[in-house]
């Protein structure tokens, strides 16, 4: 019984890792996609709709690099704090002077 509970958690841990990889590359690309053909569907011509696809893409690339950057995971920083730790996100902001 012990054994298959590990095993459940291996098969959702490996779930998890083409997620992460989905929500990182995949998902900007369908972005940049669908923002090219309404672009090409307007009127914009095949190197306009182009450009505006990249422009989308790398914008919403940009957007979630940026979100998982700044949102940090719960567990992470109640673990942190549960150890006595201050986690980096409290003390990133603050300006000490050079010191």
Known sequence: ????????????????????????YALPFMIAVEAARWAYASGSGLIGAGVVGLVAGAAAYGLLIVLFMVVRAPIRTHTMRAAGQKPS???RWRYDGGA
């Open 89 to 91: 996100r409290e003390r």
């Open 1 to 24: 019984m012990f054994v298959l509970m590990l095993m459940a958690v291996a098969l959702v841990a490996s779930f998890c890792i083409p997620a992460y990889t989905l929500a990182v």
